[in-house]
């Protein structure tokens, strides 16, 4: 009997640890405390979405004067974006700013911002949770359809559809400055959802930047213009500057610019964005609107693809255990030159090939310079970007989305707005030269005044009101901005927001599939023979439905476009 | 204890209402009372929210809102080909760590109670409980840095013994070995409590007995503490076996992070579930896959809590 009454008490006690750990680790109870959050929310959220309609309703009746608006509730706005929030003497400037910009938006609107942070660490999954919670904690969301899963979020319900009335009311100067087809490729099933940041020069195609004077000394005269002239590069670096951290210190998730890298250098591929984190569907330049999956089609390049990256790894390019290297520091670490390479887009070569305070570089060693090689040279494959590549979008769970979109039009309009948020205060942050061209003024310290670096303003930058920055390499960067003017052709599949639900799964699987394989090839770390590990991926390809998936999306595309 | 007199005094066993029992045993119900609310609330209120495992959510719309849509959000797990492995591995490692972990966990209970010098005692229990205080991601950082092929600890070592370094994170079949360690490293000194205060809890006038009766301390083991401690085990192992298919996501994750190459050995429900929607942050399908575990954990409670209602009733939980 005694040993059936310490058992009673032992599973007592367990029930109370088992109680403690359910408190602290178990993932479903808490997802399901969010759940029953977000449905209060969503509650919350019809409720103030009613009386959005019936406000808006009733401002268009009366004609859209923004004289009738009511204002006279002074309200925040808070602006989220993606960036690690500032501290010491970054927030203090970062916050005369904003009580500046705040005093302007008072008096305008009757508002004020606030900035919420998504950090950069884990941003997609912080990002998305932040929406899911609907609890009205952010208004206006910065978003991307290709990078911050615009329409996923817009097909949840966490972005509030926009009405031409709401727009044409609250935001009169972005409504008039965007054009009707431009507003089109923000629909999604007859809505707008997105403001888009349409009338923004840059290019944001992928490619390697890379050490021109090392690349001049490797006997490459004229620059790195093809992979075999990496692979040149990259041999050189690694046996002639000892002194390098690294050649490359890539970190796993860069195998996905870099297989779509190849495949743009050696086909006419066009991918369709924001299916996947891989481009495994799209069309050819010929023919755009025939969807073609070329990491099945293409396996001879996709062969020497993966021989290529194995001998890249076996040259050193990479750290050995670089799929589990997650910390890396390669941009900054390229600044100070201890790395010979970084794959990103031409917008960050921009920064990188100019002698900038940052890059210190070209302050270290005259005969420093920056070249780009981008994926597509060799068969000039380049597309423009998609307009959504930046957009703004305002939450569906906002208590004050007229008053968001007001604000929104001043940021983006509105020149003294517009260069407080984005150059900070002239003077301190700036200040401008006899050229009209952006400099820093006496005294300026980059790690605490670069407001530009703060408010991470990607969602509605406007060209019209832009002042270039004067320490940027504009003779280098115009020649390349010439060059991609003479061969790119517009994203072609602006319009298609597919109807993903019936294939979600097979979608997931063959992304899962594809990064696995794709990791493994790209970073020259497969076993056996390049053959093989080509072969097996695209059978795991065929079995997850990839098929499947590209025949659904060519019926969608056929109805859009046929 | 002196309760157990009062219930071994009440002899005849007839079947009593429910009501008649709430009364009876007023006192220990009015004890029960915190456990039953907290289960109430975060067990029981949560419960419809399974729901949304048959829907395709919208934030907007709410959980009953949302448009059924059946077992759709089953379909991704059946059809990645995968389910089977990743089953198993889920199921092997658990079971290596319930195992190992229980194994050694009442060895260090038993060590540490044999132990005469006060200080020396107090010291390694200290120091065996410290690494579960030690966060998974830092935990993973620490491995990293041990493990690294370029400039790891223990390569470092190798190199300057002049031998061939070694690179684990390049070879899947290491790391059930790697990941049992580090996880009984962890967790060992944290779960010998649970057995030690059994241990302390074994009536000391049995020990003393026999003590005068002659019995040296592998005797006092054999016969006395591991019998005290059966009921003790069976109950944990119990406990354990019921979340046998809900995989240890912080260790799994941070040490191995999404480095493809291990995952045929590695790769278990959660850490697939986790990049899988991750793409499309899908709440219905990761809220389908816990329900899956569920179900599989509960079918396993029940068959080896009646196997174990067979051989013994005394040891089975209900």
């Given at each position: 009997m005694k040993k059936k009454l310490l058992s009673v008490l032992l599973s007592a006690t367990m029930v109370f640890s088992l109680a403690a750990c359910g408190g602290s680790s178990n993932g479903e109870s808490t997802s399901a405390d969010k759940e029953t959050a977000t449905e209060e929310s969503a509650e919350k959220t019809t409720e103030a979405s009613g009386e959005t309609a019936e406000s808006s309703d009733g401002a268009a009746e009366e004609s859209a004067a923004a004289s009738d608006i009511d204002t006279s509730e002074h309200v925040v706005i808070n602006y989220m974006t993606t960036g690690d929030r500032p501290d010491g003497a970054a927030a203090e400037r970062l916050n005369e700013m904003l009580a500046k910009l705040n005093e302007i938006l008072t008096e305008k609107v009757n508002a004020e911002l606030e900035i919420y942070y998504i950090e950069w660490t884990d941003y997609l999954s912080n990002y998305n949770l932040t929406l899911a919670q609907m609890d009205g904690s952010v208004d206006l969301v910065g978003t991307a359809s290709d990078w911050l899963d615009a329409w996923p979020n817009a097909k949840n319900g966490a972005f509030l559809a926009l009405s031409e009335d709401m727009l044409k009311t609250y935001a009169p100067k972005t409504w008039a400055s965007v054009p009707a087809e431009h507003w089109d490729m923000c629909k999604y099933d007859g809505d707008i959802y997105l403001m888009p940041e349409d009338n923004y020069a840059q290019w944001t195609n992928h490619g390697f930047i890379y050490r021109l004077d090392w690349a001049k000394d490797a006997g490459l005269a004229d620059g790195v213009h093809s992979w075999e002239d990496l692979t040149t590069y990259f041999k050189y670096v690694k046996e002639n500057h000892p002194e390098l951290k690294a050649v490359w210190d890539s970190d796993g998730t860069q195998y996905a610019q870099m297989a779509n890298g190849w495949i743009a250098s050696h086909t006419n591929f066009v991918a369709i964005d924001g299916l996947a984190t891989g481009a495994l569907w799209g069309g050819t330049k010929d023919d755009l609107y025939t969807v073609v999956t070329p990491v099945m089609t293409e396996t001879d390049s996709l062969v020497k693809y993966a021989e290529m990256m194995k001998e890249w790894d076996t040259i050193g390019?990479?750290?050995?255990d670089v799929l589990n290297n997650t910390s890396s520091q390669n941009r900054d670490e390229y600044r100070v030159g201890q790395v010979a390479a970084e794959q990103h887009h031409t917008q960050t070569w921009t920064d990188l090939c100019s002698a900038t305070e940052a890059n210190t570089i070209y302050a270290d060693d005259p005969k420093a310079e920056s070249g780009f090689f981008y994926f597509g040279e060799e068969t000039d494959n380049v597309v423009a970007l998609s307009i959504t590549h930046g957009a703004m979008a305002v939450s569906a769970a906002s208590q004050n989305p007229e008053r968001a979109l007001m604000v929104y039009d001043l940021i983006r309009n509105d020149p003294e707005c517009y260069k407080l948020f984005n150059y900070g205060i002239e003077g301190v942050s700036y200040e401008i030269n006899a050229d009209g061209l952006r400099e820093t003024p006496e005294g300026y310290d980059s790690t605490s005044d670069n407001i530009n670096g703060m408010t991470n303003y990607w969602w509605g930058r406007n060209d019209d009101i832009e002042i270039r920055d004067a320490s940027r390499n504009w003779t280098e960067i115009d020649k390349l901005y010439a060059k991609y003017d003479g061969i790119k052709i517009d994203y072609p599949y602006g319009q298609f927001v597919p109807d993903v639900d019936s294939i979600q799964a097979k979608i997931d699987n063959c992304n899962e599939v594809y990064t696995n394989y794709m990791k493994q090839i790209s970073f020259g770390k497969y076993t056996g023979t390049a053959e093989e590990i080509v072969a097996e991926m695209q059978a795991a390809l065929e079995q997850a439905g990839i098929a499947d998936v590209a025949a659904e999306l060519q019926t969608q595309i056929d109805a859009l476009y046929k | 204890m002196g309760n157990s007199k009062n219930t071994n005094s009440v002899t005849p066993r007839k079947k009593r209402g429910f009501f008649e029992n709430v009364v009876k045993y007023r006192t220990l119900i009015l004890m029960c009372i915190p456990a039953i609310v907290f289960f109430f609330m975060f067990s029981y209120m949560p419960l419809p929210g399974i729901w949304v495992a048959f829907v395709k959510y919208n934030y907007g719309k709410g959980i009953f809102g949302s448009k059924f849509i059946g077992l759709q959000n089953f379909e991704f797990l059946a059809s990645s080909g995968k389910l089977l492995t990743l089953t198993k591995n889920t199921i092997l490692y658990n079971l290596a760590f319930i195992l190992l972990g229980n194994f050694l966990a009442i060895v260090m209970a038993i060590l540490l109670n044999e132990m005469q010098a006060k200080l020396f005692k107090k010291v390694a229990q200290t120091m065996m409980f410290l690494p579960y205080f030690i966060s998974q991601v830092l935990v993973g950082v620490l491995v990293f840095n041990l493990l690294n092929y370029d400039t790891g600890f223990i390569n470092g070592i190798l190199e300057a013994f002049g031998l061939e370094k070694w690179q684990p994170y390049a070879d899947p079949n290491v790391w059930p070995v790697l990941l049992v360690v580090i996880y009984l490293w962890q967790q060992t000194g944290y779960n010998s409590v649970v057995y030690f205060a059994a241990i302390c809890g074994i009536d000391a006038e049995i020990i003393e007995a026999s003590k005068v009766d002659g019995a040296n301390a592998f005797q006092r083991i054999r016969y006395i503490i591991l019998p005290s401690l059966k009921p003790t085990i069976i109950i944990l192992l119990l406990f354990a076996l019921g979340g046998i298919?809900?995989?240890?996501f912080g260790l799994f994750y941070n040490i191995i992070g999404t480095n493809s190459l291990l995952y045929d050995t590695t790769d278990i429900i959660e850490t697939f579930v986790y990049r899988a929607t991750m793409t499309d942050f899908n709440f219905s399908t990761a809220s389908a896959v816990g329900l899956y575990q569920s179900i599989v954990g509960f079918v396993i409670v029940m068959v080896v809590n009646g196997v174990i209602k067979k051989i013994d009733p005394e040891y089975s939980l209900f």
């Open positions: 390019v990479w750290p050995t | 298919v809900k995989g240890n």
